[in-house]
């Protein structure tokens, strides 16, 4: 391969409508998952992948995002005068931890628009994309998961779960056939279809690594749904021209989008705290 696998854009403008209230003036991606936001979480995990090249797709609103990794000077010098020496050396490693680019998504037209207003910075290079509040929790980082398949076949890959079938209507479903190296190679996909037009139970969830091809079809990809400019309508697209591939991710998965996912990653997360975990864990004992 001619390039290193350093980009991954992390589209972060949606309004959040399904946590409303709480992001009426918050942005979802900064919702805390114990003690650090969703968004911290992501980023560490693509860091942890090698790729450390972070574009950051906006929006109004957003601002606190950008503040949580930048450097603030007053915070860092009143926790060392106070000799609060652990919190300093987190808040100084957040700030230091990655350089980040930040691009404006004007408007709400879909996640394949969020992805393409990152085209400039991605050039002609392969790129990951990750969805912050889709938390998952692996030994092995997702992206990284996805990562080895890409660097074994030089062509795109998304992550895959299995789902219910009462779900299906909740997500992008693909198609796909088993090689004879065991790779999954997909054939098609629909977004959110009806269980009676579903090709088969495996959910695209929010990681994928892709060709600099997959840029170029957004660039032609007609709204769908909702008005929208899907980003699975142009992996559908690139994967007829070349091979996309699929990992079923090894992991716990939480959909940190929705009330739900987020007190379900809260309580899994809060049992295993290094600080807080005992005592958490001793409380919902009590709770029965």
């Known amino acids: 391969m001619n390039n290193p696998l350093k980009k991954i854009i992390f589209p972060t403008a949606g309004l959040g409508t399904r946590f409303l209230p709480a992001t009426k003036a918050s942005p979802k991606e900064m919702l805390t998952i114990v003690d650090k936001p969703l968004i911290q979480y992501g980023v560490e995990e693509a860091l942890a992948s090698g790729m450390n090249e972070i574009i950051m797709v906006t929006g109004r609103g957003k601002r606190a995002i950008e503040d949580h990794f930048d450097i603030s000077a007053e915070l860092e010098a009143n926790l060392k005068a106070a000799g609060k020496n652990e919190i300093y050396r987190e808040v100084s490693h957040i700030s230091r931890m990655v350089e980040v680019v930040y691009v404006r998504q ?65 997500y992008g479903i693909v198609k796909a056939s088993q090689e004879k190296d065991g790779l999954l190679r997909l054939q098609d996909m629909v977004e959110k279809p009806q269980i009676e037009e579903a090709p088969s139970d495996l959910a695209i969830i929010g990681r994928y690594i892709f060709t600099p091809r997959l840029l170029e079809l957004l660039a032609d990809t007609k709204p769908g749904k909702q008005g929208e400019i899907q980003l699975t309508d142009a992996i559908a697209r690139l994967a007829k021209e070349e091979p996309v591939y699929g990992v079923i991710i090894e992991g716990k998965r939480f959909d940190a989008g929705n009330p739900l996912g987020f007190l379900m990653a809260n309580v899994e997360l809060g049992r295993t705290h290094h600080k807080y975990g005992e005592a958490f864990t001793d409380f919902l004992h009590q709770l029965g």
């Not at 994309?129 to 980082?141: F, G, K, M, N, S």
């Not at 398949?149 to 062509?155: A, K, L, R």
């Open 106 to 170: 004007k408007q709400a037209l879909g996640l394949g628009h969020a992805v393409a207003c990152a085209t400039h910075w991605v050039g002609h290079e392969a790129f990951g994309v990750a969805l912050a509040d889709e938390l998952i929790i692996a030994e092995t980082p997702v992206m990284q998961q996805l990562r080895q398949v890409y660097e074994q076949t030089g062509s795109s890959v998304i992550g895959l779960m299995q789902v219910p079938a009462h779900l299906v209507s909740r």
